[in-house]
């Protein structure tokens, strides 16, 4: 009997020490180095703030406090940087330079201890072993960023977003089903329209003006997610209507693309959507987005982790961003005829 109990001991303690190295596995399998991409949209001059890109870098692992993750990167993108190419950022007001909001991409390299997916921010959807999930949550990050640059000139004031970019599962993206659409834009300006109808360079800036604020409400944010991946290729001057005073009507043909839209009910294929619910507000007046006069960086198939809502842009916000991006441009001294956005019409497919 002595003899018997001896070997059950032996086989139990094996057995325990064969669970605890399980667990030991898993949880060194789980501390393998990941890596995603985000995005910050600060105030400031992006001029000076990408030549004190190291500072930047050290300022994000400082303000990243976790008892679960470490950051062990923060690597501003330097294709980001090749691909964007700033226009001219010197012209200044009489009161000081002009300031922007602007948007950096950075790759993060980071481990967690007892994480399973996810990023590097709390709330985020992802599965987890942790009972506890100890990682920051955005608003966190933000504030301790937020103090610690205010003691620096390093080209950026406030940091007033931060989103972890996110894969979308879909068998569309998959396959990358672009269909290409049209649609006809009508936007109600207030401005000198005899000036503005007859001077070509003037036109193609406002034409650029309607592409770029679509394409920026739709880059990944956290409010909404576009799960088609709607982009505008090409903003085309269509027809135009002098109105009462100083307001007028234009129309602009706007080419875009969408994920597998071609399967889609009509209603389903427009450029703008919808609000959801009585929540679904939109972005407000204000939004936070990048107003650089470069192409946008695009990137298919991702969302802003964590998106409240999953549509197209709004109109509302559409024209939001078009009036911030001719305010921008005014104080610039770029925009001479247009003093005000007033109002969108409707759109139809062309």
Sequence with gaps: MYFINQVFSILFAFSFACVDVSIAKELRSLQVTQQETI??????????????????????????????????SAVLDQDDLERRRLSSWKRRLDDGEVKFDFTFFFLI????????????????GSRRLLAVDERQTRSEFGQIFNQSLADLNIG??????????????????RRRDFDLLEEIVELRFEGE?????????????LERAVKKSYNTMNAPNQEACDNRSRYVTDSSFY?????????FLMRFTLKYDCLGCAALRNREQ????RPLDESDLGRGEDPFADF??????????????????????????????????????????????????????????A
């Design 39 to 72: 995005s910050m949209n600060f105030n400031g001059n992006p001029e000076i703030f990408k030549e004190n890109a190291p500072e930047i870098e050290a300022l994000f692992k400082q303000s990243y406090t976790s008892a679960s993750l470490t950051i062990e």
């Design 109 to 124: 390299s980071f481990h967690c201890n007892g994480c399973r997916g996810g990023g590097i921010f709390r709330n985020d």
């Design 156 to 173: 950026a004031d406030k940091l007033n977003e931060v989103t972890e970019w996110e894969d979308l599962e879909v068998d569309t993206c």
């Design 193 to 205: 329209y005899n000036s503005l109808i007859n001077n070509p360079q003037e036109m193609a800036k």
């Design 239 to 247: 027809s135009s209507e002098p109105g009462t005073g100083s307001s």
């Design 270 to 273: 427009k450029l703008f959507g």
């Design 292 to 349: 650089r006069e470069a192409e946008l960086r695009r990137n298919d198939c991702v969302c802003g982790r964590g998106a409240r809502h999953y549509r197209a842009p709004l109109k509302k916000d559409f024209l939001a961003a078009l009036r911030k991006f001719l305010f921008i441009r005014t104080e610039e001294g770029k925009n001479d005829y247009i003093t005000r956005v007033s109002s969108g019409g409707g759109a139809s497919s």
